[in-house]
């Protein structure tokens, strides 16, 4: 009991364990949505010659041991700098699964911060305080634990990714910014996405949708300014706006459309990576409110 705020070690086990599967669910979940704009799907490989869905699974099975650890780590309040050393070691991993292919590096960060908070979240709530895992508590668990070592995470030396090439040439945000905000991307614009359309009725299916073209209409997503520069960014905002306007998935005709725009951005190679990742953490998130924890 001396580990974890007060959270016994079978606890913390079975909790990691737990938050481990669904972070891998909510990639699954990604992966096997359909249609969606240029990414690779169990369709097809949208606009990659890169990629197939087969390379995505062994990233995801790559990844099985690292939610689980960095979920511990939450628990034990660890730093930055902890974190950031299992993040570097999934990537490696997840590297040598692909064959040196960049599958899930955003949904490493993204939704390993997102475990780590959760592992904080479990770990007050069994010390006796107050902490229900609902979404903002999530959120402000993230910022209260480690808000300042992201933002200082956010203006160290570029790494040399495509991302943050694009990021630097074109002003646009990344993933270490949105992390250093506490995903508000996720939390204030996927994710009430999503609950709206399950609130209305909707499947997770059609949410997962609706979700995925408000980011798309939201973020700098430097995956398409690499691709397609400022021409290739204002197109995807573009097409995921006049969705998301003509009211998503409640338009009788929304699969023909989302399908439409998914063969323009696969004729444009273009590829919104970075909405996928903050997709899959919605899911994530969506996924650790609703679920029975020990």
Same mark, same amino acid.
């Given at each position: 009991?001396?580990?974890?705020?007060? &959270?016994? @070690?079978?606890?913390?086990?079975?909790?990691? !364990?737990?938050?481990?599967? /669904?972070?891998?669910?909510?990639?699954?979940?990604?992966?096997?949505?359909?249609?969606k704009?240029?990414?690779?799907?169990? =369709?097809?490989? #949208? @606009? !990659?010659?890169?990629?197939?869905?087969l390379?995505?699974?062994? *990233?995801?099975?790559? &990844? %099985?041991?690292?939610?689980?650890? =960095?979920?511990?780590?939450?628990?034990?309040?660890?730093?930055?700098?902890? /974190?950031?050393?299992? #993040?570097?070691?999934?990537?490696?991993?997840?590297m040598?699964?692909?064959?040196?292919?960049n599958?899930? %590096?955003?949904? =490493?960060?993204? &939704?390993?911060?997102?475990?780590?908070?959760?592992?904080?979240?479990?770990?007050?709530?069994?010390?006796?305080?107050?902490?229900?895992?609902?979404?903002?508590?999530?959120?402000?668990?993230? &910022?209260?634990?480690?808000?300042?070592?992201?933002?200082? !995470?956010?203006?160290?030396?570029?790494?040399?990714s495509?991302?943050?090439?694009?990021?630097?040439?074109? *002003?646009a945000?990344?993933?270490?910014?949105?992390?250093? $905000?506490?995903?508000? *991307?996720?939390?204030?614009?996927?994710?009430?996405?999503?609950?709206?359309?399950?609130?209305?009725?909707?499947?997770?299916?059609h949410?997962? =949708?609706?979700?995925?073209?408000?980011?798309?209409a939201?973020? *700098?997503?430097?995956?398409?300014?690499?691709?397609?520069?400022?021409?290739?960014? @204002?197109?995807?905002?573009?097409?995921? %706006?006049?969705?998301?306007?003509?009211?998503g998935?409640?338009q009788?005709?929304?699969?023909?459309?989302? $399908?439409d725009?998914?063969?323009?951005?696969?004729?444009?190679?273009?590829?919104?990576g970075?909405?996928?990742?903050?997709?899959a953490?919605?899911?994530?998130?969506?996924?650790? @409110?609703? !679920?029975?924890?020990?």
């Amino acid at each position: 009991m001396s580990s974890g705020h007060g &959270l016994g @070690s079978a606890r913390r086990r079975v909790a990691s !364990h737990q938050a481990a599967r /669904l972070a891998l669910r909510a990639l699954y979940a990604e992966l096997a949505l359909y249609p969606k704009p240029g990414l690779v799907s169990l =369709i097809d490989n #949208g @606009s !990659h010659d890169d990629m197939t869905a087969l390379t995505f699974m062994r *990233s995801l099975f790559s &990844l %099985r041991h690292y939610f689980a650890a =960095i979920c511990l780590a939450g628990m034990d309040a660890a730093p930055f700098a902890r /974190l950031k050393q299992l #993040g570097m070691a999934a990537e490696r991993r997840m590297m040598a699964a692909t064959g040196g292919v960049n599958t899930h %590096r955003g949904a =490493i960060f993204g &939704l390993g911060m997102l475990c780590a908070a959760l592992g904080r979240q479990l770990a007050r709530r069994n010390a006796g305080l107050a902490a229900k895992v609902d979404p903002a508590s999530l959120r402000a668990a993230l &910022l209260d634990g480690w808000g300042a070592a992201l933002a200082a !995470h956010t203006l160290a030396a570029p790494d040399g990714s495509h991302g943050q090439r694009a990021a630097q040439l074109h *002003s646009a945000s990344g993933a270490r910014e949105e992390a250093a $905000l506490g995903l508000p *991307s996720v939390f204030l614009v996927g994710l009430p996405a999503l609950q709206a359309t399950l609130a209305r009725g909707g499947g997770m299916h059609h949410a997962r =949708i609706d979700a995925l073209f408000a980011l798309m209409a939201h973020v *700098s997503d430097t995956n398409v300014l690499h691709r397609g520069g400022a021409a290739g960014a @204002s197109m995807v905002r573009d097409r995921a %706006r006049e969705f998301v306007e003509l009211g998503g998935t409640r338009q009788p005709d929304w699969h023909a459309r989302a $399908l439409d725009t998914h063969r323009l951005f696969v004729r444009h190679r273009l590829s919104p990576g970075g909405a996928a990742d903050l997709l899959a953490a919605c899911c994530l998130v969506q996924a650790f @409110s609703v !679920h029975a924890w020990p």
